[in-house]
Structure formats: structure tokens, C-alpha cells
């Protein structure tokens, strides 16, 4: 039989009580950083192969690499691979078994937000 009901029931209930843990906003942002350090990827090597093939097509993509919106690029580039790395550090550290109880949980996902962005800071200052 036809559920006569469903015109009526809230379609996502969870949705407008559910609150989002840090745990699982940096997990979403894991994913995210993999897939955006796809992006800076493949301009890098937009760039060598550039290089490679001649000074026409270098100076076409170094002007777009260092134009603002590829300065743009690569520096969240940079953001997301230390983003990414010390995430996957702290995965590495779960996986021990350890820094699974929601106190030190919480505080290593603060660690790899602020650390990714100190170490961001750093490495721009630096290089």
C-alpha cells in the first residue's frame, strides 16, 4: 500500500538538529584537499610540460600561473597539502589505537586546522 503520510514527514529531520562535530568537518575537508591538490597538479604539470615544449607555450602558462588567480591557486594548494599531510598524520596516529576519545580527538583535529595554517604561513614566508 501507498504510505498516505509521506506528503507530510520532514524529508531530512537529522538536517535541522544535527550539529557537526569537528571530527567530521575535517574528514569532509580531507576529501576536499585530496581532490583540490588534483587541480594544483595538474597546472604544475601544465607548467613543465609547457617548459618542455617551447617558449610560446611556457610564457602562456606561467602567465596564468603567476597572474593572481594562479598565485591564488597554488598558495591553497600549499594550504590544502599541509592540510592534508597533517590529517594524514593524524590518521596514522588513530590507527595505533591511540587519541580516539572524543578530548584528544577534538584537539588533534584543532591541531591539523591551526597547524595547517601556521605551516602554510611559514612556508610562504620561507620560499
Do not use: C
Amino acid at each position: 500500500m501507498a504510505d498516505v503520510n509521506r506528503g507530510k514527514r520532514p524529508l531530512s529531520p537529522h538536517l535541522q538538529i544535527y550539529r557537526p562535530q569537528l571530527n567530521s568537518v575535517t574528514s569532509i575537508l580531507t576529501r576536499i584537499t585530496g581532490n583540490g591538490l588534483i587541480v594544483g597538479g595538474i597546472l604544475v604539470t601544465w607548467w613543465l610540460l609547457a617548459a618542455a615544449s617551447g617558449p610560446d607555450a611556457f610564457a602562456t602558462a606561467d602567465g596564468v600561473l603567476t597572474s593572481w588567480f594562479g598565485d591564488l591557486v597554488m598558495f591553497l594548494s600549499l594550504w590544502a597539502l599541509w592540510y592534508h599531510t597533517l590529517a594524514g598524520v593524524r590518521h596514522l596516529y588513530w590507527d595505533t589505537g591511540r587519541g580516539l576519545d572524543l578530548k584528544t580527538a577534538e584537539i588533534l583535529g584543532w591541531g591539523v586546522v591551526g597547524g595547517s595554517v601556521v605551516l602554510t604561513i611559514l612556508t610562504a614566508i620561507i620560499v
